[in-house]
Nanobody, 115 residues
Framework: QVQLVESGGGLVQAGGSLRLSCAAS????????MGWHRQAPGKQREFVAG???????NYADSMKGRFTVSRDNAQNTMYLQMNSLKPEDTAVYYC?????????WGQGTQVTVSS
């Protein structure tokens, strides 16, 4: 059983920054890829950013230049550095990981950006 635990969410003013963490219960080397998704109230869950086991990253267009995904293999943790936050970034942010075609999800962490 894989557990993913997000942390680092909170309330921040527009233009501010937050760093989210996703701690895995086992070595993240075992995951083909990891990523962040988010879901705002009344909206579908959407992709934010991803990182492969080889370190290749990709981002949703609206996050490019503002968000940075990274991973610390020694700490079994993935991060999402979010800068220049906007009110429309308000959502629950979820960590996800894929291993052998199985997807795992964290419980989510709330990010609220005030205007």
């Amino acid at each position: 059983q894989v557990q993913l635990v997000e942390s680092g969410g909170g309330l921040v003013q527009a233009g501010g920054s937050l760093r989210l963490s996703c701690a895995a219960s086992r070595s993240i080397f075992s995951f083909n890829s990891m990523g962040w998704h988010r879901q705002a109230p009344g909206k579908q869950r959407e992709f934010v950013a991803g990182i492969t086991s080889g370190g290749r990253t990709n981002y949703a267009d609206s996050m490019k230049g503002r968000f940075t995904v990274s991973r610390d293999n020694a700490q079994n943790t993935m991060y999402l550095q979010m800068n220049s936050l906007k009110p429309e970034d308000t959502a629950v942010y979820y960590c996800a990981a894929t291993s052998s075609l199985v997807n795992y999800w964290g419980q989510g962490t709330q990010v609220t950006v005030s205007s």
